[in-house]
């Protein structure tokens, strides 16, 4: 599940649980709503629970779709989950956003 909130110039999206090929169509619409509706968006990832090769495809897309928008995408307070899969794919450096754990 994807939640958003907007300030005068930040944009916020946290999702919440599973960010696996179960539930990645579904993320997908609701990532690509957010991401049409903001210039800037911090994307929270520290209440992702689980994420699997579809979940990380979907964090790639949302970068890369951000990037040739010349709009700004950033990952904040990753989860373990987030870190552990990012790291056994050799994506920590690919996604150039300051590895900050969520807070326990």
């Not at 709503?33 to 968006?41: A, C, E, I, P, R």
């Not at 920590?92 to 590895?99: A, L, T």
């Amino acid at each position: 599940m994807l939640t958003f909130s907007q300030t005068d110039n930040l944009s916020q999206a946290q999702i919440e649980g599973a960010m696996t090929i179960h539930n990645a169509f579904e993320l997908k619409g609701q990532l690509m709503q957010v991401l049409n509706f903001s210039h800037s968006l911090e994307l929270d990832l520290s209440t992702v629970t689980e994420i699997d090769g579809a979940g990380l495809q979907l964090l790639i897309m949302a970068k890369q779709q951000q990037a040739r928008a010349h709009l700004e995408l950033t990952l904040i307070h990753h989860s373990d989950a987030v870190v552990e899969a990012m790291e056994l794919m050799g994506l920590v450096s690919w996604f150039n956003d300051p590895v900050i754990m969520a807070r326990q």
